[in-house]
């Protein structure tokens, strides 16, 4: 059977737009190694072995000088998530608490929710990297005037001095038994309201699953508490030793990322909830339940199926917003790596590749973990 002319001109056009993109990504690639040939640099990755010869102020995996290139590329990588999964965590909490503000009755807590929300939403993210940092952290007093909390947390210009164990072992045994915790209290709720779904009524465990975030870490602490050592920060010259230092550059980027996705997040958690009809509260409060059960219960769950989908956009909005992080000298990986390591080596074409490559990965896997949790969430909705 012959193909109609319309066919075989969708066909053609096709072709020509391929072919073109072809000659284009050969250009590009002639060009590029061209000029690389011209100024004396070699291709490929060779130099991720090599010195990388400069020091990294705020880093969660060892590193010193000495180190390579490479290390420089996963410091820089899990500061990156380090600062963007805090954030995600501070904005989901303040946005949920900022909706609700909106939604109250209370004049007083409607005005202070659409003050924060009209507020920070529309001053650009990266002038509120220079307020944090600039009018705010770095107007603190000096070491010797510091801030003091019970004599054990001290602020000043230079950071947030906390105690520390003094086995950091410790730390990560804690933040597993965290995971656990979490994990186990998850698969426990599941388990219950598939009990609920049977039994028409939650059974009388259920609250377990609640607890066992706090329980499983709060164990961990006391069996550590015997045998780890927390440091307390104390005064020695014109600086503190012992203890952390949380730098004032990660304090201004989790503040700045985290308040401003918070004011988006809150109207859509808002939005959400508002479009459930409101007959279905006033049925629910007329049975009994209370205002706290009808939207943990009746609400949030018809809700959450308006939520997820621009949350996501949030999220990974947030992950890329954290490379704004660079301006105000915070190491991630834009700063240290596609900067400082890019300046040195002068391997531009491939350090590119393996920051763009890393910002792809990580928002592609991000997108596909929480569609997955939509599909499991909302499995028996569709139903």
Known sequence: MAKSPSRVRDIFIQALFFAGLVAFLSFAAHNVSTQLAARGISSGFDF????????????????????TVFQ????????????????????????????????SPLPVLRA?????????????????????????????PMPLESYSLWGRVFLNIRGLY??????????????????????????????????????????????????????????????LRTRVEFLVPFLEGFNFSGGAQIVPEF??????????????????????????????????????LTPAQVLSRIIFPQAL?????????????????????AAIAFPELV???????????????EIMTMTLGFYLVVSLSVSALINLYQARALRYERR
């Open 48 to 67: 991720l072995s090599h010195q990388a010869g400069f020091g990294i102020a705020f880093h969660l995996l060892p590193y010193s000088e000495t180190s």
């Open 72 to 103: 420089v590329f996963l410091v820089g990588a899990v500061n990156t998530l380090f600062i963007s999964v805090v954030s995600i965590v501070l904005a989901s909490v303040i946005g949920l608490i900022i909706a609700l503000f909106r939604l």
């Open 112 to 140: 202070v929710g659409t003050f924060y929300v009209e507020t920070l939403r529309n001053v650009p993210l990266l002038l509120q990297f220079f307020v944090w940092y600039f009018a705010v952290l770095r107007q603190l």
């Open 162 to 223: 906390i105690p520390f164990p003094d086995d950091v072992s410790a730390v990560w045994i804690v933040i597993g038994s965290l995971v656990l915790g979490l994990t186990a209290g998850h698969f426990l709720n599941q388990y219950a309201v598939s009990r609920r779904r049977a039994l028409g009524r939650f059974p009388a465990w259920h609250l377990l699953s609640y607890a066992l975030p706090i329980v499983f870490p709060l164990v961990a602490v006391l069996l």
């Open 251 to 288: 304090i201004a980027a989790i503040l700045a990322l985290s308040l401003y996705t918070a004011s988006f997040i809150a109207e859509i958690i808002r939005g959400a909830i508002g479009a459930v009809s409101r007959n279905q509260t006033e049925a629910a409060l007329a049975l009994g």
């Open 305 to 325: 199926g308006h939520i997820i989908p621009p949350l996501t956009s949030q999220y990974l909005n947030l992950i890329k917003n954290s490379s704004l992080a």
């Open 335 to 349: 700063l240290v790596f596609a900067g400082t390591s890019l300046n040195v080596s002068g391997q531009a074409v």
